[in-house]
């Protein structure tokens, strides 16, 4: 059990490396930066029903592990859900997420987010405190994060504003942009601020499904273009939050699914049916199967082994069922076909193989 910031960062250099997250120079880089003295006091521990203190030994161990550590709650007000709005990410995310932006000596780079400040010190300690830009929404966090770089000896560029609005200088230019916060897509000023070549990476947020990450190149007419991987599960950027729609529980109608339900939840048509239907948002909950989803009218379903309520104006399972259909006369893509490309601020065109092969919403 490591019980100090050397302690815990080795563990954590080790379970990264193990994992095969780091070359030589990032390796030196983590070893270099530890994530200790980035962690405030309270800190929590996300389980997947609540946020739970750490203290004592509970604090080494969860700073030493691959999981996030949560910094705030609901937007540091107090009395709330208990919400986490801001953490220190997830080791092996921010890894991969550093690999994927391809950084090379001399690259500018804009990170949003800044939260901890944690990763601003890892670009830093990589690139040079010149060539790192990073902003916070939160004016609490962004000045904590100004204190603690400072102490431990870093001076990166720090903005404290929404990052909807890029950096605040008419001629910024990036050569690699990260999103440490989920969002629905690249902000028009962001896409704005990248240089062509440039990559943008982070999570993106689908109403259907776990969020996926993007990693896009900026293309000389200006859009951004690249593939869709894997999943992660970042907080969402203030803009892109869900909002909650009270749902009429008189309008509930009760009836047999009538199919399978695990095959809703597979990779490839979570991302299909969310470029088909993006303004849904789909979810499901275990162990008893359940699928969840509502759009913004107030339309609703839950469908269980307890058979389907519908709830509002919108048929939402004839819509997924439809959708479903078309996916599989599509030839039923794998998650890793998927590709998407953003342009001035609008929500990503997703594409299946090429970017010719767009996947367009349903219109309603
Ligand atoms: C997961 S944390 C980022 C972790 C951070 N990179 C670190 O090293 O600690 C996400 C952060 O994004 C911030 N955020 C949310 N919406 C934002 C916005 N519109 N502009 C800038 N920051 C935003 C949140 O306040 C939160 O602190």
Known sequence: MPDT?????????????ERGLLDPT??????????????????????????????????????????????QLDDGTPDGPGTATSSNSMPSMVAAQL?????????????????????????SERLGDELVHSIE???????????????????????????????????????????????RTVPAAVLDQARPGARIVGPLIRGIGEDTV?????????SAIGRLTGSSNYMPMRASRAARVPVDSSTGRHSDAGRPLEPFTEGGFTLYA?????DVRMWHTAPDLSLWAWAPDGS????????????GPRDLWAELRIVYAEYHAAGAPLPDAYG?????????????????????????
């Open 214 to 222: 993007m990693r896009l190149v900026k293309q000389p007419d200006g």
């Open 274 to 278: 969310s470029a088909r239907l993006p």
């Open 300 to 311: 609703a379903l839950r469908a269980s082994a307890d058979g389907l309520w519908e709830y």
């Open 5 to 17: 910031p050397s302690g815990a960062q080795a563990a954590l250099v080790e379970l990264l490396d």
């Open 340 to 364: 998407a490309t953003v342009r001035g601020g609008d929500l990503p065109q997703v594409w299946i193989g090429s970017p010719d092969r767009v996947v367009s919403p349903v219109v309603r």
């Open 99 to 123: 690999a994927h932006l391809g950084l090379k000596d001399g690259d500018g780079v804009l990170e949003i987010g800044t939260a901890t400040g944690y990763v601003a010190a890892l670009l």
């Open 137 to 183: 929404i939160d004016p609490v966090l962004a000045a904590t994060a100004q204190h603690v770089l400072d102490v431990q000896g870093y001076h990166p560029y720090l903005h404290q504003g929404d990052a909807v609005d890029g950096w605040p200088a008419p001629d910024a230019a990036f050569d690699a942009v990260l999103f440490t916060c989920a969002t």
């Open 26 to 71: 990032w390796k030196k880089v983590w070893a270099s930066v530890p994530r200790a003295p980035f962690i405030p006091d309270p800190a929590w521990r996300q389980d997947p029903d609540r946020c739970v203190l750490v203290t004592g030994a509970a604090r080494w161990d969860l700073i030493a592990s691959d999981r996030p550590v949560v910094t």
